[in-house]
Nanobody, 125 residues
Framework: VQLQASGGGLVQAGGSLRLSCAAS????????MGWFRQAPGKEREFVSA????????YYADSVKGRSTISRDNARNTVYLQMNSLKPEDTAVYSC???????????????????WGQGTQVTVSS
């Protein structure tokens, strides 16, 4: 399984970015796909997740209303559209895939089996 994250960059506060996670190596129809982030000196935290089959979405309170997660079945890609970015959104964002992620664990990094490399998001004030 390979997860390739991209789309990070430097943006001013209030701006937008769309992160992509291209998945390959197996069929992901029964998977949950998650985005997590880690800022310097802080623990990794959940950002958002989507169930590939149902399209059910989940968000951290910190990004709810500002972000939208979606998937493109044809491209095997998950997107995270982030708007109204804040300096506190600055972090390395990583995508992850899990095949047996129950709802109660969907916000836990421990529930995911595969991880991609991170993409840096920097929001300047």
């Amino acid at each position: 399984v390979q997860l390739q994250a991209s789309g990070g960059g430097l943006v001013q506060a209030g701006g937008s970015l769309r992160l992509s996670c291209a998945a390959s190596g197996r069929t992901f129809s029964n998977y949950a796909m998650g985005w997590f982030r880690q800022a310097p000196g802080k623990e990794r935290e959940f950002v958002s997740a989507i169930r590939w089959s149902s399209g059910s979405t989940y968000y951290a309170d910190s990004v709810k209303g500002r972000s939208t997660i979606s998937r493109d079945n044809a491209r095997n890609t998950v997107y995270l559209q982030m708007n109204s970015l804040k300096p506190e959104d600055t972090a390395v964002y990583s995508c992850a895939a899990g095949s047996r992620v129950i709802v109660s664990m969907i916000r836990s990094a421990l529930a995911y089996d595969f991880w991609g490399q991170g993409t840096q998001v920097t929001v300047s004030s």
